[in-house]
């Protein structure tokens, strides 16, 4: 089992920034992937960014250039930096790991947190 905190939300006004955190606790060894997703109302939730354990990154098209996802292996820790944020991205964000045992792929969710840009 994987546990994730994530913090670091809040309401912010277009054009600003906020940074996101999400701490893993628990079987953190098996962690082959980590990244964060969004939800606005009336929509799927869409993948934002993720980070291998190799280091590999992948963004949405929708955020490549303003945001930013990095990690602090020594504590279990993944980071959103959000810049030159749009009322678009306004959602609730979610933190994923992926836990690998074997051939089978686990997905653990953090509680999210909730992300307003105000026009």
């Known amino acids: 089992q994987v546990q994730l905190v994530e913090s670091g939300g809040g309401l912010v006004q277009a054009g600003g920034s906020l940074r996101l955190s999400c701490a893993a606790s628990?079987?953190?060894?098996?962690?082959?992937?980590m990244g964060w997703y969004r939800q606005a109302p009336g929509k799927e939730r869409e993948l934002v960014a993720r980070?291998?354990?190799?280091?590999?990154?992948y963004y949405a098209d929708s955020v490549k250039g303003r945001f930013t996802i990095s990690r602090d292996n020594a504590k279990n820790t993944v980071y959103l930096r959000m810049n030159r944020l749009k009322p678009e991205d306004s959602a609730v964000y979610y933190c994923?790991?992926?836990?690998?045992?074997?051939?089978?792929?686990?997905?653990?969710w953090g509680q999210g947190t909730q992300v307003t840009v105000s026009s």
């Open positions: 980070i291998r354990s190799g280091g590999t990154t």
């Open positions: 628990g079987d953190t060894i098996c962690i082959s992937a």
């Open positions: 994923n790991a992926v836990c690998k045992v074997v051939v089978h792929d686990y997905d653990f």
